[in-house]
């Protein structure tokens, strides 16, 4: 008789070999241009953690962000953003890895729709995929 609680299930599951690179007020480069500059992490919603253990997300996850640095009428705000880089290397399903230079986002509104109307720098084919509008905007999707 198999042990309840010993296995892997829960979690996130529509990631499953992508490694975890950004945590809790990680800060991330925007990558749009809607008037921000750097923003900071302040929630990962839908990620479900123990008591008092922050919540990680990665390469096509949607975060909620502070805006740190930008013109004065977006900065103190608070957005919704897609992840689109990372800089800790993560494997594909295909078996190869990857890295970007540095950890960046688009702002979105609450159902996906950029507030920027360009894409500066590479996406990851992850967030492309799982975010239409994002992968419309962008330049060059890898």
Same mark, same amino acid.
């Given at each position: 008789?198999?042990?309840?609680?010993?296995?892997?299930?829960?979690?996130?599951?529509?990631?499953?070999?992508?490694?975890?690179?950004?945590?809790?007020?990680?800060?991330?480069?925007?990558?749009?241009?809607?008037?921000?500059?750097?923003?900071?992490?302040?929630?990962?919603? &839908?990620?479900?953690? *123990?008591?008092?253990?922050?919540?990680?997300?990665?390469?096509? #996850?949607?975060?909620? %962000?502070? @805006?740190? $640095?930008?013109?004065?009428?977006?900065?103190?705000?608070?957005?919704?953003?897609?992840?689109?880089?990372? &800089?800790?290397?993560? *494997?594909?399903?295909?078996?190869?890895w990857i890295q970007f230079e #540095?950890?960046?986002? %688009?702002? @979105?509104? $609450?159902?996906?729709?950029?507030?920027?109307?360009?894409?500066?720098?590479?996406?990851?084919?992850?967030?492309?995929?799982?975010?239409?509008?994002?992968?419309?905007?962008?330049?060059?999707?890898?």
């Open positions: 008789m198999a042990k309840r609680g010993k296995g892997l299930g829960g979690g996130i599951t529509y990631r499953p070999g992508i490694s975890a690179g950004l945590h809790h007020e990680s800060l991330l480069r925007c990558a749009d241009n809607s008037g921000a500059k750097v923003v900071m992490i302040i929630g990962v919603p &839908r990620v479900k953690t *123990r008591i008092r253990r922050v919540g990680s997300c990665t390469v096509g #996850d949607k975060v909620i %962000v502070s @805006v740190k $640095e930008g013109t004065p009428e977006v900065r103190r705000q608070i957005f919704h953003c897609v992840i689109v880089r990372q &800089r800790k290397p993560f *494997r594909r399903m295909d078996g190869t #540095d950890n960046a986002g %688009v702002i @979105v509104t $609450e159902e996906g729709e950029t507030k920027g109307t360009e894409i500066r720098g590479p996406v990851a084919k992850e967030a492309a995929e799982r975010w239409p509008k994002v992968a419309g905007l962008s330049s060059m999707v890898i």
